[in-house]
């Protein structure tokens, strides 16, 4: 066969594929910061605005576009995100806050805040999307102490424990 009857019948192919749906994956990337001054822990979670978008219809019958932050969104993602990750420090569930979101290119930045004064354990329990994908993974990041600490969390393990050092 020749070469570029080969490329005739490939190069549309390559023209509909959509690298997204070949390969989709999912994942929400959860960064935490010990402010030791204050006592808390600032947490920002970066999640997929469709995948958030999809989960409030599921969790609350509602459609929501996030894009437009109105206070209705706002008091959704809120309400979803504290049935859904948990803070505990030095074994003692924290009072962690939901202060709000924005939206940036295609995902939110929700951000959380939870008193940690004098940490010797804090745990993180995160189970974002774990009833809507069976592959969600939630990544966790510690930056505490001097340190980076990096966790993956999956519905088999949806929680973890960072020690002090």
């Known amino acids: 066969m020749k070469p570029w009857v080969l490329l005739v019948f490939l190069f549309p192919m ?45 969790s609350f019958g509602k459609i929501v576009h996030l894009e437009n932050q109105s206070q209705l969104d706002n008091d959704l993602v809120k309400e979803y995100v504290n049935r859904v990750f ?23 930045i929700v951000f959380m805040e939870a008193p940690c004064a004098a940490p010797k354990t804090v745990t993180f329990e995160n189970k974002l999307f774990f009833d809507l994908f069976l592959d969600q ?26 020690f002090a050092s």
């Open 137 to 162: 993974k939630n990544m966790i990041e510690l930056n505490w102490m001097g340190t980076s600490v990096r966790e993956y969390l999956v519905k088999e393990k949806p929680q973890v424990t960072f």
């Open 14 to 58: 390559t023209l509909t594929a959509n690298p997204v749906e070949l390969h989709k994956f999912y994942m929400s990337y959860t960064y935490v910061d010990h402010n030791n001054i204050a006592g808390t822990l600032e947490i920002r979670s970066k999640i997929f605005t469709d995948d958030m978008e999809r989960m409030i219809l599921l």
């Open 86 to 108: 948990n803070v505990s420090v030095n074994g003692q569930t924290s009072d962690k806050s939901v202060l709000g979101y924005s939206y940036e290119n295609d995902m939110i």
